[in-house]
């Protein structure tokens, strides 16, 4: 069955400081990976996608993330944090066939950024 | 081009009472998926509309529902309601047809609290 595991539930780091969080994926075909963020209180914002090709991946807010097959991993970096990068980050896997949409979601990694 | 919206942002209701959410997907998307976010279970699938049929539904109980109209806005239904269905639900959108490497946009949510 296809998964995502966040192995780290809380990260604290410091403004300035480099970034990555973890994400590994159990799925038996090639995988679509996403990686999500989430203010308190908001709903879910795409950083970045992969679905083929080069296997890192630039996204939004200077974030990048690099695709390993052979570790079945997706993890995704910053060279410096910002304080404005405190929030919750998800990692998922597209686990649709047949035509429909389906996104499986690890449990999420929470960033605090401390000053 | 306005995102995915979701209404009501917040309500209440007490147990046993039904309730409907509403979304209106991004212009010209006719995907819509549904997402169940608590702090116990994460965020977990409900399921996906494309051109007012369901094609895929996650593993819910029969009293959550839901339907898409023409317009490709899409409203789900919780019947009879039980505090465990206290929760964040997340309205997504995605252009083309076929999964699973579309990418997927999601609403800011609705809040339900279930007294």
């Known amino acids: 069955a296809q998964s995502v595991t966040q192995p780290d539930i809380h990260i604290t780091v410091s403004e300035g400081a480099s970034l990555e969080l973890r994400c590994n994926y159990s799925?038996?075909?090639?995988?679509?990976l996403f990686w999500y963020v989430q203010s308190p209180g908001q709903g879910l914002q795409l950083l970045l996608k992969?679905?083929?090709?080069?296997?890192l991946v630039q996204g939004i807010k200077g974030f990048e993330a690099e695709f390993k097959r052979s570790q079945s991993s997706f993890n995704l970096r910053k060279p410096s944090v910002h304080w404005s990068d405190a929030a919750e980050y998800f990692c998922?896997?597209?686990?649709?066939?047949?035509?429909?949409?389906?996104?499986?979601f690890g449990a999420g990694t929470r960033l605090a950024v401390h000053p | 081009k306005a995102g995915v919206t979701q209404t009501p942002r917040y309500l209440i209701k007490t147990r046993g009472q039904q309730v409907t959410l509403s979304c209106s997907p991004i212009?010209?998307?006719?995907?819509v998926s549904w997402y169940q976010q608590t702090p116990g279970q994460g965020l977990q699938f409900l399921f996906e509309?494309?051109?007012?049929?369901?094609?895929n539904k996650g593993n819910f109980p029969g009293r959550f529902s839901g339907r898409q109209f023409s317009n490709s806005r899409s409203e789900m239904n919780v019947s009879t309601l039980e505090l465990g269905d206290s929760a964040l639900y997340l309205c997504?959108?995605?252009?083309?047809?076929?999964?699973?490497?579309?990418?997927?946009?999601f609403g800011e949510g609705s809040w339900l609290t279930v007294v």
């Open positions: 992969y679905f083929s090709g080069d296997t």
């Open positions: 998922a896997v597209g686990a649709g066939s047949g035509g429909y949409n389906k996104l499986i």
């Open positions: 997504a959108s995605s252009l083309e047809a076929r999964g699973p490497g579309n990418t997927i946009y």
């Open positions: 509309y494309f051109s007012e049929t369901q094609r």
């Open positions: 799925y038996g075909a090639t995988p679509y």
């Open positions: 212009s010209g998307h006719r995907s």
